[in-house]
């Protein structure tokens, strides 16, 4: 399975962007990491095959929403009020199991990143 992630780009606080991920391959659970310049990796969101069960990091519940087009192989990434520290680059990843990975073990295949600034 191969990720394709876009939509990144430079944002005023408040502001919203929605990432794109195209799966070339039929992948079960996706999910959304980002990791800030000089921390580690951590999970944003993540969602399973059916789109129904969902999981969110607490410092994005309530502004992110993830979801899934099935069709077109492709999950979402919606972000709005976005502040400054969600400034970080954005990863896609897939796994093979149909439920909702929480953790970067829980994932196999993992996209390219794209950057998302969040800066006045």
């Known amino acids: 399975v191969q990720l394709q992630a876009s939509g990144g780009g430079l944002v005023q606080p408040g502001g919203s962007l929605r990432l794109s991920c195209a799966a070339s391959g039929r992948s079960y659970g996706m999910g959304w990491f980002r990791q800030a310049p000089g921390k580690e990796r951590e999970i944003v969101a993540g969602i399973g095959w059916s789109g129904i069960n969902t999981y969110y990091a607490d410092s994005v519940k309530g502004r992110f929403s993830i979801s899934r087009d099935n069709a077109k192989n492709t999950v979402y990434l919606q972000m709005n009020s976005l502040k400054p520290e969600d400034t970080a680059v954005y990863y896609c990843?897939?796994?093979?199991?149909?439920?909702?990975?929480?953790?970067?073990?829980?994932?196999?295949?993992w996209g390219q990143g794209t950057l998302v600034t969040v800066s006045s």
């Open positions: 990843a897939a796994r093979a199991g149909s439920w909702v990975g929480v953790k970067e073990d829980d994932y196999t295949y």
